[in-house]
């Protein structure tokens, strides 16, 4: 085990290095000059030669890499061409935020997910199971910014419904915007979570559905497994395994940052980081915010290759 | 685990007039269709029939494993001389894997892939003897010692992917006679498996049986695994049992038409193979187009207008022997003096 996790943290090596360089072309491939955005609007040539100087933009390709990447290894990411301030601290400042809402919002996805598709499956073809594919079409389908919006109007601003409406009528339960507190958290996981559950639901129901035909679950049964062992035990176990590839796929886009939603919420993480930086052109942010959630996604993916094996024993990296 | 011993009881098994169908849309497809058969305590009685006889439905639904759109419409399953078809579900599980217990034509799709073997033995001995983990283990690596696989306490820690074909077939065994059941069934067990390994098996179920002296209800589609295990044989066409004899008599004195084609379709290995192979004609008829009168008659080389106008009843003779069958009865129209072996010879 310890051996296989070791052979696939050194594959994730090249991958790495690829995600590096993408990064690091970043800066060079966008329109525009950074050191003319730095310097500012009719700033004297002078200025911008020196700008350049400091940066290290007149050195060749090569070495401007090689800087960026043995400095990155250090932790040191640049500096902020807005904030003045090291891009790993604005970073660090964001991260736990973004972290959280993808932690918060998987858990409400797989939970509800799960116990969706596993009733989807276990009551096929009956009214309860179209009832919840078609919910979960919806909130398939359903932009997360339209969402975030629908959420705030109803649960944060309130609408003034005729006092006859019940539960509908000026709900103003939870905060609009920002993060931290239990009110401001509620509505920013909801508008995530709603999209990766109903991903996840009907996932589960194919792979369930899939599982529960198979002679193994005809054997447990016939060896007097109670039913609600062989759909939890027998079954779900087997069913997981395709489940737990979309869950990470969805958690590691999480990670990325939420972009949309965070914009919406006002929520102060990576998404947002990176949306505001876009906009200001600060290069050096960009650049180390898309590194990190690289990062996340490859950490995540080898996380979940682990899970694998633990699930399914047959699965070998030769 | 099994109840107290009652006495009134002969069979260990008793089917009588079991109906099963499967309902689609706008056809009710009788799978199995008024069967009855009884195996004596401790015997072993082989259920023979082409694909499609119904044979894997009667054994399913002894366990009541029938699912939808399948359902047991009528009939009776006795078993120890009581009828499972008025069991609960909760009762019925206290009889799966403890007092009936079932192995499958697939050994390598039948065992759950995520639990090693150990696990899946020693699930039996949980749900119902209620052994803590540890005694179940220990139970199990009896029980694989018991089926014949070598070094046991390395192969308890194992997956069933880490197994040969015939190796998972007997961790089925071990799973199957883990709580000493009254009557197994075994559904088409040695199948999928090679010949030196299916003698194998057979041994081990024949050896495993008068060890433990329980009933078996062998379903098969080969008259060699037959005459090799089964005390009594039951050949099953289109939901009908056609013939219940001895196995002796099976194979000195065939008597339905269907039975001695099967038989004769059996190649010999000192027969004259330069010609063609015996077969029987035609095909198995679809059910949404079931025949009216005998089922077998469309494919028998004897059937008169009385075999195709109307379903002759299974009829019992002084030996205990059965045959669904008009040329055995009064009523017979055709030839007085026919012999169903050489005319089916001549006619194959």
């Known amino acids: 085990m310890i051996q296989f996790i070791i052979r696939r943290i050194l594959q994730t090596i090249p991958v790495l290095i690829g995600v590096s360089i993408l990064v690091f072309s970043m800066m060079h491939l966008v329109p525009g000059d950074p050191a003319q955005v730095i310097a500012g609007e009719g700033a004297p040539q002078e200025q911008i030669e020196n700008i350049r100087e400091r940066l290290g933009l007149n050195d060749p390709l090569p070495t401007q890499y090689l800087n960026y990447v043995t400095s990155a290894v250090q932790g040191d990411l640049g500096t902020s061409m807005r904030s003045g301030r090291d891009v790993s601290a604005e970073i660090g400042a964001r991260f736990w935020v973004t972290v959280e809402l993808a932690i918060y919002s998987t858990i409400l996805a797989v939970f509800l997910g799960l116990i969706a598709g596993i009733i989807s499956a276990t009551r096929k073809y009956t009214a309860i199971d179209t009832t919840i594919m078609i919910v979960a079409l919806f909130g398939l389908s359903m932009p997360n910014f339209w969402l975030g919006l629908m959420l705030i109007q109803w649960f944060a601003i309130g609408i003034d419904l005729p006092s006859w409406v019940p539960f509908f009528n000026n709900t103003a339960w939870f905060s609009p915007s920002g993060w931290g507190s239990f009110s401001q958290i509620v509505l920013p996981v909801i508008t995530l979570g709603t999209g990766s559950a109903a991903i996840i639901a009907r996932m589960t129901r194919s792979s369930m559905l899939d599982v529960i035909g198979s002679d193994y679950i005809r054997t447990a049964r016939a060896k007097g497994v109670k039913e609600q062992i062989v759909i939890y035990r027998h079954a779900l176990k087997n069913a997981l395994i395709p489940i737990v590839t979309v869950v990470g796929l969805q958690f590691g886009g999480l990670l990325g940052g939420a972009v949309l939603t965070e914009s919406v919420f006002a929520v102060n993480g990576m998404g947002k980081l990176i949306i505001d930086s876009i906009q200001a052109r600060d290069f050096p942010v960009v650049q180390g915010t898309v590194l990190v959630a690289s990062l996340l996604f490859i950490l995540v993916n080898l996380i979940v290759d682990v899970a694998y094996r633990f699930l399914n024993k047959r699965i070998d990296l030769d | ?348």
């Open chain 2, 1 to 348: 685990m099994t109840g107290a011993p009652n006495p009134s009881y002969d069979n260990i098994l008793e089917i009588k007039n079991l109906q099963t169908s499967f309902f689609t849309k706008d056809l009710e497809v009788k799978a199995v269709d008024g069967v009855s058969f009884n195996i004596p305590k401790g015997k072993v009685l082989g259920v023979v029939g082409e694909s499609g006889s119904g044979k894997s439905i009667t054994s399913l639904s002894i366990l009541r494993l029938i699912e939808e759109p399948g359902k047991i419409k009528g009939g009776e399953i006795l078993f120890k001389g009581e009828n499972l078809l008025d069991k609960s579900e909760a009762q019925m599980r206290k009889i799966r894997g403890n007092e009936i217990s079932m192995i499958f034509q697939e050994p390598m799709t039948s065992l759950n892939p995520t639990f090693t073997v150990g696990q899946q033995i020693s699930e039996s001995f949980r749900i119902h003897e209620g052994l803590g983990k540890k005694e179940a283990k220990k139970k199990s690596i009896e029980m694989l010692k018991l089926v014949g696989i070598p070094s046991p306490e390395k192969r308890i820690n194992q997956y069933p992917f880490e197994l040969s074909g015939g190796m998972r077939q007997r961790v089925m065994i071990a799973i199957a006679l883990a709580c000493n059941p009254d009557l197994l069934i075994a559904d088409e067990p040695t199948t999928a498996l090679d010949v030196t390994i299916q003698a194998q098996i057979l041994d081990l179920m024949k050896e495993l049986q008068e060890k433990l002296d329980m009933g078996i209800l062998l379903i098969t589609h080969d008259l060699g695994v037959v005459a090799e295990t089964c005390d009594y044989v039951a050949v099953m066409y289109c939901g009908k049992v056609v013939e219940f004899t001895d196995k002796k008599t099976l194979f000195t004195e065939p008597k339905h038409p269907y039975t001695v084609g099967l038989m004769q379709s059996v190649p010999q290995h000192d027969q004259d193979v330069d010609g063609d192979l015996a077969v029987i004609r035609g095909s198995v008829p679809s059910p949404a187009d079931m025949p009216q009168g005998c089922r077998f008659a469309p494919r028998c080389p004897f059937a008169t207008d009385l075999c195709r106008n109307k379903l002759p009843d299974l009829e019992t003779d002084e030996e205990g022997n059965q045959i669904r069958c008009w040329i055995y009865s009064d009523e017979w129209d055709g030839d007085p003096e026919v012999n169903v072996h050489e005319q089916s010879k001549s006619t194959s």
